[in-house]
């Protein structure tokens, strides 16, 4: 199934949203509602679900036990994706102990780092390795996803390691945009053009 990425995204989002809903004890929920709290219309939100095959929607509007489990079916791999962390600084620690356990598909199992001080010992439950064992590391564990926060300096120097360990996806949260060959799917992360951009705005509102 060809999905484009924004809808991937809205999805996830949708599933976050979902899940919120279920803690709470509801059991249905309108389109127009949960487009409301992603701030789209609800027309996009049909659209969306009708690309996956997802289509029940009732007078009571949608199941959302019923929509968890079928856009966890599109979302989710049938078996844990390991993931490894590279750069176990203040941003890779806070990374960890924010998203594991928040997916059963998803698991980091390994972080990296070329600190003595770090390398060799465990993180937040976390064993973290050498970067010199990255590559035998990554094979030996099934490691396919990599989360990238070192220092900005050094980050280009991680992509042929990355290529040579068979890693098939990266989150980069470095400030270096960077490209991988066909084959790996990469997301760019800048946190602080992120907020450059969102302060821009702020800006703007005030002086207008």
Do not use: W
């Amino acid at each position: 199934m060809n999905i484009p990425e924004k809808t991937i995204e809205r999805l996830s989002e949708y599933r976050r949203t979902l899940l919120s809903c279920h803690e709470q004890g509801i059991t249905h929920i309108f389109s127009h509602v949960l487009a409301g709290i992603h701030g789209i219309t609800a027309v996009q939100v049909r659209r969306d679900l009708m690309l996956i095959g997802f289509s029940s929607d009732t007078k009571k509007g949608y199941d959302v036990e019923v929509l968890i489990d079928f856009i966890s079916g599109i979302l989710d791999n049938r078996s844990v994706v390991n993931i490894g962390v590279i750069g176990m600084g203040h941003l890779g620690q806070a990374l960890t102990k924010y998203f594991n356990g928040r997916r059963s598909k998803l698991r980091i199992i390994a972080a990296f780092d070329v600190d003595p001080q770090k390398a060799g010992h465990e993180i937040d439950h976390i064993p973290c390795y050498p970067m010199e064992r990255f590559e035998e590391t990554v094979e030996q564990l099934d490691i396919k996803i990599v989360i990238l926060s070192p220092p900005t300096a050094v980050a280009s120097e991680l992509v042929v390691p990355i290529i040579n360990a068979g890693i098939k996806g990266v989150l980069n949260f470095t400030s270096m945009p960077l490209n991988f060959p066909r084959g790996i799917f990469v997301e760019n992360y800048d946190i602080t053009t992120l907020l450059e951009k969102v302060a821009y705005f702020v800006k703007e509102a005030e002086e207008s």
